[in-house]
């Protein structure tokens, strides 16, 4: 069965289930090259002679690309790639094992088969960073010094810094995470969690109203729609049983979305579900597990005395605590970057950024250690901390990287693209493309309209798409 006539039965519903597609589609790489002729082209890098030492720091999506196109591009390469995990999860799976469309085998796969022999794989994690003498340490006490360096650590989460809560407390008193994973050891718990989550909720809203908060954190974050998703993911689990609960989505910033277009479309999503209430300005701090009590620090301006001069009234800065009480609350924890990072030089030292990798954000060199790259979603860069970002910025690190090797500047260029597909109910997606620039869709359709279409390229095609190409480097 080819690719055309399995959506068709999806579709139509004509015998084949959700579940038989995923199956079918994920198995077979040949049906995955398929998939990719809608998809961006691949910019081939050209056969290269330079020589160094290159050491890949991580072994998630980022790490994984560069070191396809590494391998590829470099006549005789001279890579080691530092990374602990045998596994590899596929972390934009987690909402759908969450929502009851994946399990959790769909997303957890092996990743020994993505770094060749020709490369040597040191199975820890970097403790700390000495760019000044091109060398760097492991936690295990491993000295491994470079010529050139590719961070591509990823974020860690930080449920710690919220009052009274804990990571193992995940999955008790009503509290889910879909965020919560090991990556080192390949498991993604939360998307476990906050699927029996799920089914608890239905299970409460038979008999009652529960409430519902969903929030997100004042730091920046992966994939900045997901708190959403579960927020609408979830209120559609329960009306597609005519069932229904009360909905807060406590956000600390001030928009649904950073692009009008695509805020004035969630808003209307929301008006459509009607029992959703936005609660701006608002980032938790502090949770009562037994009270079922939420504490929010509530930023706002109030109006002041008006000033004569610049014919207008002051405003002042406020902020209060405020308490919220929940039946079922989804948290999305503060999120920073790695400590080995964060901690070194190769970190912002000042600024919003500060903490995370410093890059430039067009060509991804590091602004101060030009033979220091980075790729995905460690680097300090305004946008793009999905893995939609890090397969556009593949290429780019690559192309300049050898050109560094080869002592020239590196002339690639990353736009900031970024994509966010916004799940607002069972079946359909807003596919918020975008750059430093606006929005920048991928096809001419309206981006801040759902579509089914979005929904099953999500569901059926992007983890083969990533599993048999992103990965190996060919798109």
């Known amino acids: 069965m080819n690719y055309d006539e399995i959506m068709k039965k999806v579709k139509e519903n004509e015998g084949l289930s959700r579940r038989d597609a995923l199956k079918m589609m994920a198995l077979s790489p040949v049906a995955a090259s398929v998939l990719a002729s809608s998809a961006a082209p691949t910019t081939a890098e050209a056969s290269s002679d330079a020589k160094g030492k290159v050491v890949i720091v991580g072994g998630g999506g980022g790490a994984l690309m560069v070191l396809s196109r590494l391998r590829r ?58 760019p000044d003498n091109n060398k760097l340490m492991t936690k295990k006490g491993t000295e491994v010094a470079y010529d050139y360096l590719v961070v591509a650590t990823g974020v860690q989460y930080h449920y710690e810094q919220i009052e009274g809560l804990t990571a193992d407390m995940l999955g008790q008193h009503g509290i889910a995470s879909v965020y919560q994973s090991d990556l080192a050891a390949g498991t993604a718990v939360g998307a476990t969690i906050t699927r029996d989550w799920f089914n608890a909720l239905h299970e409460a809203a038979k008999t009652s109203k529960p409430r519902v908060i969903c929030t997100q954190p004042a730091t920046p974050l992966k994939c900045g729609g997901a ?42 999503v929301q008006e459509g579900y009607g029992n959703i209430t936005n609660k701006f300005g608002h980032n938790l701090i502090a949770i009562d597990a037994e009270k079922k009590q939420a504490t929010f620090l509530h930023k706002y301006q109030e109006q002041g005395e008006y000033d004569k ?10 902020e209060e605590n405020v308490v919220m009480e929940y039946d079922f609350i989804h948290i999305v924890p503060p999120t920073a970057a790695v400590d080995a990072v964060a901690n070194s030089p190769l970190a912002w030292q000042k600024g919003s950024a500060k903490g995370w990798l410093e890059v430039d954000r ?24 999905t893995g939609g970002s890090a397969r556009h910025q593949g290429p780019i690190v690559v192309g300049n990287l ?69 990965l190996n480097g060919l798109m």
């Open 227 to 268: 708190p959403q998703k579960i927020l609408y993911l979830s209120d559609d689990f329960l009306k597609r049983d005519s069932l229904s609960a009360e909905f807060t989505f406590a956000t600390a910033g001030e928009k649904l979305f950073s692009l009008p277009e695509i805020d004035a479309a969630l808003h209307k």
């Open 402 to 470: 050898i050109s560094v090797m080869e002592g020239k500047e590196g002339t690639k260029k990353f736009d900031g693209y970024t994509v966010c597909p916004l799940k607002v109910s069972y079946g359909e997606i807003i596919m918020a493309e975008f750059n430093y620039d606006g929005l920048a869709p991928s096809f001419p359709l309206d981006p801040a309209k759902p579509r089914w279409v979005w929904w099953a390229f999500d569901l059926y095609m992007l983890q083969p798409m990533y599993r048999y190409l992103m």
């Open 362 to 385: 067009e060509t991804l060199q590091h602004r101060r250690y030009k033979n220091v790259f980075g790729i995905g979603d460690v680097c300090g860069i305004p946008i793009g901390k």
């Open 73 to 130: 591009a470099l006549s005789n390469p001279d890579i080691t790639i530092i990374a602990p995990n045998e596994k590899h999860v596929y972390q934009p799976g987690q909402i759908f094992v969450a929502a009851g469309e994946y399990e959790p085998e769909d997303i957890i796969f092996d990743n020994t088969g993505y770094i060749g022999d020709d490369v040597t794989w040191i199975k820890d994690e970097v403790e700390t960073f000495d």
């Open 309 to 318: 001069d610049l014919e207008e009234y002051d405003m002042i800065d406020k």
